[in-house]
């Protein structure tokens, strides 16, 4: 069975600054799409980046960029110039690319906070 | 703006009472889904529907079920809630079943059972 694992349940981050949140994934097929999803206080959860494992290029998307190593099974979060805005639990993301398996498992989280 | 709606925000029941949380949307999607989310705990999977066809986890307890009257439209029910029924439940669409598409969440219903 597919396991995605947060080990930081909190992390904080002075405004302006550069901060990293880990995950790990634990998986036996090659071929997987992995994503990071930000939930906002008492708001709906959305997507901030997503990377397709057969793709070696990390994905970015403005702030937002990933470090992707997939022998090492590690799906790290990059947020540059963090802005309060950001202050959210963080989830990151596996779904398998099978046909019939469409279930998206998730970490248990990283709370972000911001320090103005 | 198209997006998801889920009502009630919040959800009072009483042990063993049943319940019906909604969803709907407007951004026409095929999928829907319904995940669990217990307190500091990853969002869970309960079941979902592509178009009128219901896929059901194999770990979703039989009290839990859903019904999708519409594309717009799906409901969660429980039957007889425990208060281990007490969680978030968080609604979602996707456009279709591609393994690399974007989920759309709703805010959320937070369930309390007394």
């Known amino acids: 069975a597919q396991t995605v694992t947060q080990s930081q349940p909190e992390m904080s981050v002075q405004e302006a600054e550069t901060v990293t949140l880990s995950c790990t994934y634990d998986t036996s097929e090659s071929d997987y799409y992995l994503f990071w999803y930000k939930q906002p206080p008492s708001r709906q959860m959305i997507l901030v980046i997503r990377q397709e494992a057969y793709k070696q290029q990390n994905a970015t998307e403005n702030r937002f960029s990933v470090n992707f190593q997939k022998a090492a099974k590690s799906f790290s979060l990059k947020i540059s110039d963090s802005q309060l805005g950001d202050a959210a639990m963080y989830f990151c993301a596996y779904r398998p690319t099978l046909f019939g398996n469409e279930k998206l498992t998730f970490g248990t989280g990283t709370r972000l906070t911001i320090i103005p | 703006d198209a997006m998801v709606i889920q009502n009630p925000r919040y959800q009072v029941t009483q042990f063993g009472k049943p319940v019906t949380l909604s969803c709907s949307q407007t951004l026409n999607h095929n999928v829907m889904y319904w995940y669990q989310q217990k307190s500091s705990q990853a969002p869970k999977l309960l079941f979902h529907y592509y178009d009128k066809d219901f896929n059901n986890e194999a770990d979703t307890p039989d009290n839990f079920q859903s019904r999708r009257p519409n594309t717009s439209f799906c409901f969660l029910d429980i039957r007889s809630p425990g208060l281990g029924d007490a969680a978030m439940y968080l609604c979602?669409?996707?456009?279709?079943?591609?393994?690399?598409?974007?989920?759309?969440f709703g805010p959320g219903t937070r369930l309390l059972v007394l």
């Open positions: 979602a669409t996707s456009k279709g079943r591609d393994r690399g598409e974007t989920q759309y």
